[in-house]
């Protein structure tokens, strides 16, 4: 049965490459279904699995899904001309919690305060909430100890 998979794993490609377009409003509006999807104020870094992590590592590397986080952060996420450090312990739009790093994905960053450019929302294209979570907690863990 290995043609079936093959099918599947085009579906797949074809569909991250029209994602990569971002601004569609049908992307807006799956940006909405996640955000009811997770309360980030529920976050809790403990939680935080193994296998969260390394999902949130091949997100942030591009290696899934339509957004390369590493593009703008760098891909040790020590930032670079275009977008700040994400390792260190200066955040500029929060407080670095789980939580608010999740919301800011979510939001990106229309104002920036340091960088000339903006961050669009969830880097450029939506994320499902497993993916957005995974993310969240990768990046969160670039800067804070958490279990492995
Ligand atoms: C197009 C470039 C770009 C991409 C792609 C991008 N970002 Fe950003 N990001 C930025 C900019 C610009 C800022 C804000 C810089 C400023 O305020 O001066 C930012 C800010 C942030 C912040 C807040 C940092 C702080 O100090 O408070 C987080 C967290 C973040 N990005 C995570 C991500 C994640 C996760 C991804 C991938 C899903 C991503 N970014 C993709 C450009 C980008």
């Given at each position: 049965m290995r043609h079936p998979i093959r099918l599947a794993l085009a579906t797949i490609l074809v569909v991250a490459a029209c994602g990569g377009?971002?601004?569609q409003s049908s992307d807006a509006t799956a940006a909405g279904a996640t955000v009811a999807a997770?309360?980030?104020?529920?976050?809790?870094?403990?939680?935080?699995?193994p296998q969260e992590l390394a999902l949130g590592d091949s997100l942030y590397h591009g290696l899934?899904?339509?957004?390369?986080c590493q593009a703008c952060h760098g891909p040790d996420g020590k930032g670079g001309t275009v977008a700040p450090d994400l390792?260190?312990?200066?955040w500029l739009h929060s407080d670095g919690s789980y939580g608010a790093i999740y919301k800011q994905i979510e939001t990106?960053?229309?104002?920036?305060k340091q960088y000339l450019g903006v961050m669009p929302p969830f880097g450029g294209a939506p994320l499902t909430p497993e993916k957005h979570r995974a993310v969240a907690a990768y990046v969160y863990s670039l800067a804070h100890p958490v279990k492995k």
């Open positions: 377009g971002a601004e997770v309360d980030p104020a529920t976050l809790d870094p403990a939680t935080i699995t899934i899904g339509a957004t390369s390792t260190d312990s200066t990106g960053v229309m104002q920036p």
